[in-house]
């Protein structure tokens, strides 16, 4: 187990105050997340990713998908019906336990579409940049380009 001292950083930094409680919390979830339901995430693109989760045993209907500002969540919950509950297992190696799974997400990184196949729960995210924050090429006026107005003076005016 890992333990850190966030606090001369804390001491020494005006304004970093998200990134050092992101870094606390990461570390209190490595100790304490689950590894439970496996799960990948994969780059698709420069601004594009894929998190896969293995959930055999769970249909679409018992997997909730919730994006909470900076938050994703995932979570899933068997639903025992009357088939299941006659059911007598010799040996029950399939976990359909009860999970609740959490990523914290990069600003502006938003869920573009989830799909459910063959027990693989695909999220797909992107950044979304706002037009307003994405930078801009600003023009230079050089000396040929200066609109100069020349104002003629009026020959009845007195000086």
């Known amino acids: 187990m890992r333990n850190f001292d966030l606090a001369p950083l804390y001491r020494a930094t005006v304004g970093f105050d998200q ?5 606390d919390r990461v570390l209190t979830q490595e100790v304490s997340q689950p590894s439970y339901p496996p799960y990948n995430i994969e780059k698709t693109s420069d601004d594009a990713w894929r998190i896969s989760l293995a959930v055999a045993g769970f249909s679409t209907e ?7 500002e900076n938050a994703l969540v995932i979570t ?5 019906g009357e088939e299941e509950k006659a059911k007598t297992y010799l040996h029950r190696g399939i976990a359909t336990r009860a999970f609740e799974r959490r990523f914290t997400l990069a600003e502006h990184v938003r869920v ?15 950044r979304e940049v706002p037009e307003a924050l994405k930078p801009r090429r600003i023009e230079i006026a050089g000396p040929n ?12 005016a007195e000086v």
């Open 145 to 156: 380009t200066v609109e100069t107005k020349v104002i003629e003076s009026d020959p009845t």
């Open 112 to 126: 573009t579409g989830a799909s459910h196949e063959n027990g693989m729960l695909h999220i797909d995210l992107k």
């Open 62 to 68: 018992d997997i909730a998908i919730e994006q909470r």
């Open 76 to 80: 899933a919950r068997k639903a025992d």
């Open 19 to 23: 990134i050092a409680d992101l870094m």
